[in-house]
């Protein structure tokens, strides 16, 4: 372990996601959604790696989690596999805060032929292989890789910690980034910058496969909520996002500035928060949606 790497493993925040709402109708309205989402992607997850939407599927579980999980999968097309080495030989290929939990296993799900030419790409310790295996595009393989090697590992900080400014996009592959904390996880990775193309239609390709297994109506409601404005900010470990309808921090990277993104949004939700100060001021530009 590197002297950075044993930094953070000493100072990484534990896990966490904390939520408020802006009323008690707007969250009744719009929690019931997002869960459905969050259990839907969580669910979802490994049919999608069945159709290969998804090449691998990489868990973290403790041992018996795996062990119901194989016995589930037992009648299925897809393999499950322990992926094990050193400590030394995973932090090659993961950040040590996904290590973290050393009673957790880490468990390779999918078709048998990328499963062994996963396994394979590990033992020759060769990491962009086992990358690009489990369907991380070339340029997201590159940034995450220099990430393992500094104190940040997400690709979006250091982009923005580098232009040392507040950043105003409109983007939906952004707007999925900041809303993953709250289970809406549409891809195993850090995207490398939030206009990476591939990812982008990484995101594509599962929203169509989710709408062609007849989830058109959740479909609906993500790209509702993708198209929101939204305010978020990070420093010291800590994000906060504002929403019309909530606000909820989590932990990220540790970083000694202050890192602000500003989507502008196109629609605003139904319930969402009036107000004076960004992103409860609806201005001319953003239309209220009925969901």
């Given at each position: 372990m590197t002297i950075e790497q044993q930094m953070i493993y000493e100072t990484h925040l534990h896990d966490f996601c904390r939520i408020s709402w802006v009323s008690e109708e707007a969250k009744a309205y719009w929690y019931p959604r997002i869960q459905c989402?969050?259990?839907?992607?969580?669910?979802?997850?490994?049919?999608?790696?069945?159709?290969?939407?998804?090449?691998?599927?990489?868990?973290?579980?403790?041992?018996?989690?795996?062990?119901?999980?194989?016995?589930?999968?037992?009648?299925?097309?897809?393999?499950?596999?322990?992926?094990?080495?050193?400590?030394?030989?995973?932090?090659?290929?993961?950040?040590?805060?996904?290590?973290?939990?050393?009673?957790?296993?880490?468990?390779?799900?999918?078709?048998?032929?990328?499963?062994?030419?996963?396994l394979d790409a590990f033992n020759k310790s060769d990491s962009n292989k086992f990358l690009e295996i489990i369907g991380m595009p070339i340029c997201c393989i590159k940034s995450y890789l220099e990430g393992l090697q500094t104190t940040i590992y997400?690709?979006?900080?250091?982009?923005?910690?580098?232009?040392?400014?507040?950043?105003?996009?409109?983007?939906?592959?952004?707007?999925?980034?900041?809303?993953?904390?709250?289970g809406l996880d549409l891809l195993q990775y850090e995207p490398c910058f939030f206009d990476c193309q591939q990812s982008e239609q990484n995101i594509n390709n599962v929203i169509n496969t989710?709408?062609?297994?007849?989830?058109?109506?959740?479909?609906?409601?993500?790209?509702?909520?993708?198209s929101w404005p939204i305010s978020w900010s990070g420093l010291h470990g800590i994000a906060e996002v504002k929403t019309p309808i909530n606000k909820f921090m989590y932990n990220i990277d540790a970083t000694a500035k202050k890192v602000e993104l500003i989507i502008t949004g196109s629609n605003y939700p139904k319930l969402g928060a009036k107000g004076l100060a960004f992103p409860y001021r609806i201005n001319h530009s953003i239309k209220e949606a009925i969901a």
């Open positions: 989402l969050t259990t839907l992607f969580q669910n979802q997850a490994i049919a999608l790696t069945s159709k290969e939407v998804f090449p691998l599927l990489i868990k973290r579980l403790y041992p018996h989690e795996a062990d119901e999980l194989s016995e589930q999968l037992q009648e299925s097309s897809l393999k499950i596999n322990h992926l094990r080495g050193t400590r030394k030989k995973l932090l090659e290929i993961f950040p040590v805060t996904f290590l973290n939990d050393q009673v957790k296993e880490t468990i390779l799900i999918g078709k048998k032929k990328h499963v062994d030419q996963a997400n690709g979006l900080l250091r982009t923005i910690l580098k232009e040392q400014k507040k950043k105003e996009l409109n983007n939906q592959l952004l707007s999925y980034l900041l809303y993953k904390p709250l989710l709408i062609d297994k007849g989830y058109n109506q959740e479909m609906l409601w993500l790209k509702e909520i993708l």
